[in-house]
């Protein structure tokens, strides 16, 4: 089982706007609606940086190179305040745990933020293995993130699942050959999650654990 971070795991928008308008406000531009940083999320701090200085405004690239660096240090700063976990995350969780699965985290989001994010979230323990967007040279959608977690697990790619909420999960687990599932409830850049190719669609986390145990019989 991998699951995607941002939107999949944790609703981290409310961290992820506070750092980004916390970064505009020293770089003394507007800062951007809650509504409106939502749709840049899912490529990674470079891609949501770029977003928020680019988007109806004007930036060259030693701007948005040194507005990473501000965004980082905000972020830090409040990484996980305000996430919360999604209803039945926890409960579909410990019930992987139980029936023996393998699970690893796979996301766009730097490494310098996922663990510490994972850990005072309280769920790192829950995870065999976690690829960041900084574990390997390329991000999701690249397959190469998905085939590394995979590698970490010792499993086959034909025998993994891809839990996500954007396009960015289905094309990396797609074009790696592994069936993926999203979620209605994630970011998905502002594109509608009902249009991205996928083997199913749902509503809560714990959806997933009947379509689990009848592969699991099958």
Do not use: W
């Not at 004007?58 to 040194?66: H, M, R, V, Y």
């Not at 310098?112 to 850990?119: I, K, V």
């Not at 669609?201 to 592969?215: K, Q, V, Y």
């Amino acid at each position: 089982m991998l699951f995607d971070l941002d939107g999949t795991l944790l609703d981290t928008i409310p961290d992820l706007a506070e750092g980004a308008n916390r970064m505009l406000a020293e770089l003394g531009r507007p800062v951007r609606p809650l509504s409106e940083i939502h749709g840049f999320v899912g490529k990674g701090i470079p891609h949501l940086v770029r977003r928020c200085m680019t988007e109806n405004a004007s930036a060259d690239e030693a701007e948005i190179t040194d507005a990473v660096e501000v965004f980082k240090r905000h972020y830090t700063a409040v990484n996980g305040a305000r996430t919360r976990i999604y209803d039945g995350v926890v409960e579909t969780l410990d019930a992987l745990a139980l029936m023996g699965l393998k699970r690893a985290c796979v996301t766009n989001k730097a490494g310098a933020f996922t663990l510490p994010l994972l850990t005072r979230m309280g769920i790192a323990t829950h995870f065999d293995a976690v690829v960041s967007g900084d574990t390997l040279s390329v991000k999701k959608p690249d397959p190469a993130t998905v085939r590394h977690a995979c590698e970490l697990l010792g499993v086959p790619v034909g025998r993994a699942l891809m839990v996500g909420d954007s396009a960015n999960d289905a094309e990396a687990a797609q074009a790696a050959g592994m069936p993926v599932v999203l979620m209605r409830y994630g970011y998905s850049e502002g594109r509608a999650v009902d249009t991205i190719p996928c083997d199913a669609l749902l509503s809560s986390m714990t959806e997933i654990l009947p379509l689990i145990e009848a592969a699991v019989r099958g």
